[in-house]
């Protein structure tokens, strides 16, 4: 039997849980009466029903996230040709629009909740060492549950793509592509050549700051770091987030692209709608995407597609449906008793993703003369209440409006990145919270750690920020494999993290940076100081030493939903190459990817803003090809 504190401390755990699930419970039922401009009924999609879906379409989108949401907008912007976007989730949750909420959601319906598979190097902490990497499923996909920062990457991500042998993506060919998208609406960046207004996509700052976080960022300068615009001029520095947030609320790409395009009459939207599997016919020597084989709410049905099929499924999902359809490597799918339709080697390789390390926590005492409505930092039990739904549901305002997790962020340095060539190899989450909400919280919620309550309900009431580090560019990679040839069942997920142990070297030298925030003149008036370490298999190393680090490392290993690359684009030459640089997939006509997936190498930043672009592009191949 566990000791009596450690049951009390299980308790108050469970109490704070409880009372954050009646706010948040409270706030939704409020924005159904309060809140029209969340509930936005003029706008939203309105689903094609089963007997009205066509037995054909110019356009077939696989996907209804990130990058499907803005090829149904601007395919249908031709009002000649006919779209079917096909999703597997429902429409967007209202809750999704409440920044906080994104951390409620997963592991909910909303969530395809996959998981990766047992490791002895990673996600140690969590149960079977299989970490969680949340999913999207809804439209919208994992732009309804992400973390909103707006970061396009660095300038020699693109230009390296184009060295790779893809024309035509350099970071010059690219930029015009991120513009054209954005809506800036923060007032510093009027004017600025880095930046555009009338896009779909709304950028704005979180309406709600901690105020713990404007001491972080001002430490930026007391370390050598400037704050900086990083979609600017110089990405290296610290910077207040931006978001992908419009009026405060959530701005996701079903927001912001699908609903305008919501009454296009040449647009038919199908959710609940999972693609089992693309067809192929052969003509002659060529191998022709003629079409989809689609179960709709249980129902199955064939549609074919007289122009293109275009994949948009993610970096887990697209290397499935290829997989699925006979298109991948021949051993796997000869292994799996799926006939071979076409040998593709790289389909499901190439995995990558910013592998973040957590339990980096430091208590503060806030400044004697903090009279705010809300605390010093971001503190989840007097935070998330009653009074902050109503706050946020009346008032526009409060602690609602914050995404905790990413307030601000930062690019630095380590010491095997050469600083004079602006292309920083580690990133900075910075929490004005005690990373509660993913430790703690969540981690209950899913069973997915073996924390000890006793350490939850030690930070829980206290006044702390954590600094969550992230590899910019990995050299381990993984894959996705099929593990049935059942649709639904979730793919094999390996992420391999840390294989190459570099990768685990330039992470523990940022966290270090990382640590030297707290020791900041700004910090210190904060007598910012670190938690003690939260699992006594890391106790017995000395607190911030190579090992210490290392342990925290593979045990609080962190997705920061970036996976990439496992349909690389590439010259046919290259053998682990799935699309050409006009994104066809090589050796199919009439198929596409354009997604996340089509990375070659993952840009040194947040994802969203560059899978924007990619499908903005892409769009336009398409366009062009078929003379739009």
């Known amino acids: 039997m566990p000791p009596t504190s450690e049951i009390i401390a299980g308790v108050q755990v469970a ?10 419970t409270l706030m939704k039922s409020l924005i159904t009466v309060l809140r029209p401009d969340i509930t936005d009924a003029e706008n939203r999609i309105q689903p094609v029903p089963f007997s009205e ?28 040709c006919t779209v079917l976007m096909l999703e597997a989730g429902p429409d967007e949750p209202e809750v999704c629009d409440v920044p906080y909420a994104y951390n409620t959601l997963q592991g909910t319906e909303a969530d395809w909740q996959f998981k990766t598979e047992s490791s002895n190097t990673s996600c140690l902490a969590m149960q079977d060492h299989r970490c969680s990497w949340p999913r999207g499923k809804a439209l919208g996909g994992s732009t309804i549950l992400n973390g909103m920062i707006y970061i396009r990457g660095n300038k020699k991500d693109y230009d390296t793509w184009e060295e790779l042998g893809n024309p035509g993506w350099s970071y010059k060919s690219v930029f015009p592509y991120f513009k054209k998208s954005q809506d800036m609406r923060i007032d510093e960046f009027e004017g600025s050549p880095y930046h555009s207004t009338g896009g779909l996509q709304t950028v704005e700052y979180f309406k709600y700051r901690t105020p713990v976080v404007d001491y972080l960022v001002k430490a930026g300068p007391e370390m050598g770091y400037e704050v900086v615009d990083s979609n600017g001029p110089k990405q290296t520095g610290f910077m207040v987030s931006q978001s992908t947030v419009r009026d405060g609320l959530r701005c996701s790409t079903e927001k912001a692209f699908l609903r305008p395009a919501s009454k296009r009459k040449n647009l038919h939207v199908s959710v609940n709608s999972l693609v089992e599997k693309i067809l192929v016919r052969e003509e002659g020597d060529k191998k022709i995407a003629y079409g989809v084989q689609v179960r709709v709410d249980g129902a199955l049905k064939e549609v074919k597609a007289d122009r293109e099929v275009i994949l948009s499924a993610g970096s887990l999902q697209s290397p499935q449906v290829l997989m699925l359809s006979g298109i991948g490597p021949k051993d796997h799918l000869q292994e799996m008793g799926i006939p071979v339709v076409h040998d593709l080697p790289g389909v499901g390789q190439n995995l990558q993703d910013h592998v973040g390390m957590s339990g980096l926590t430091y208590l503060v005492d806030p400044p004697e003369d903090y009279k705010g409505d809300y605390p010093f930092t971001f503190n989840v039990p007097t935070s998330i209440t ?20 990413t307030e601000a962020i930062a690019f630095v340095n380590t010491k095997y990145a050469n600083a004079s060539d602006d292309y920083p190899d580690v990133q900075f989450l910075l929490s004005p919270d005690a990373d509660i909400n993913n430790a703690c919280l969540d981690g209950l919620k899913q069973k997915e750690n073996e924390f000890h309550e006793s350490w939850c309900d030690d930070i ?17 990679a993984g894959y996705v494999k099929l593990r049935s ?17 570099h990768d685990l070297d330039v992470l523990i030298d940022g966290a270090k940076i990382a640590h030297k925030i707290s020791e900041t003149p700004t910090m210190k008036k904060l007598n910012a100081r670190l938690h003690p370490n939260p699992h006594s298999d890391c106790d017995k190393f000395e607190v911030m030493s190579d090992d210490h680090l290392k342990c925290l490392a593979r045990h609080f290993t962190r997705t920061i939903y970036h996976v990439s690359g496992t349909c690389k684009m590439g010259p046919a030459n290259d053998s682990m190459a799935v699309v050409d640089h006009r994104l066809r997939v090589h050796g199919i006509n009439g198929l596409r990817v354009i997604d996340t997936s089509i990375m070659p190498n993952v840009v040194s930043g947040n994802t969203v803003a560059p899978t924007i672009m990619i499908s903005e592009k892409g769009a336009d191949m398409v366009k062009e090809d078929w003379k739009m």
């Open 53 to 80: 879906i066509k037995s054909s379409y110019d356009y077939i989108l696989i996907g209804g996230g990130a990058a499907g949401c803005v090829l149904a907008n601007r395919l249908t912007e031709n009002d000649t």
């Open 386 to 405: 009653p009074k902050a739904a109503m706050d946020f549901a009346m008032n526009r305002s409060g602690p609602f409006y914050s995404s905790v997790f």
């Open 15 to 24: 109490a704070t849980v409880t009372s954050v699930l009646m706010s948040i």
């Open 460 to 476: 829980l009431h206290r006044y702390a920020y954590s600094v969550t580090a992230l590899l910019l560019r990995p050299r381990s």
């Open 485 to 501: 040839t059942d649709p639904q069942e979730h793919p094999i997920l390996v992420s391999n993290y840390f294989k190459d142990t």
